[in-house]
Nanobody, 115 residues
Framework: QVQLVESGGGLVQPGGSLRLSCVASGSIFSFNPMGWYRQAPGKQRELVAIIRSGGETTYADSVKGRFTISRDSAKNTVYLQMNDLKPEDTAVYYC?????????WGQGTQVTVSS
């Protein structure tokens, strides 16, 4: 049974940075693309970044140039470095496979960007 645990969120001012971490209890990274998703209040969950087994990355237009996804397969951990944060980045952030597996959703980590 795979479990994903996200951490690293918090309250940050516009223009600030945060680094999110996602630790998996099982070794899924070698076999599947992994992604970071986010869900803002009243909105659908959206995929913002993907990292594939070969290290290739893809980003949503809304975060391109500001967010960087990376992975450490030895630690079963995926990271999301978020720079130049904006109020519209406020959301609960989750990691999961791409496409997602419903049973893998964790509790997420809250990111709030506000002055």
């Amino acid at each position: 049974q795979v479990q994903l645990v996200e951490s690293g969120g918090g309250l940050v001012q516009p223009g600030g940075s945060l680094r999110l971490s996602c630790v998996a209890s099982g070794s899924i990274f070698s076999f599947n693309p992994m992604g970071w998703y986010r869900q803002a209040p009243g909105k659908q969950r959206e995929l913002v970044a993907i990292i594939r087994s070969g290290g290739e990355t893809t980003y949503a237009d809304s975060v391109k140039g500001r967010f960087t996804i990376s992975r450490d397969s030895a630690k079963n951990t995926v990271y999301l470095q978020m720079n130049d944060l904006k109020p519209e980045d406020t959301a609960v952030y989750y990691c999961n496979r791409v496409p997602f597996t419903p049973n893998y959703w964790g509790q997420g980590t809250q990111v709030t960007v506000s002055s």
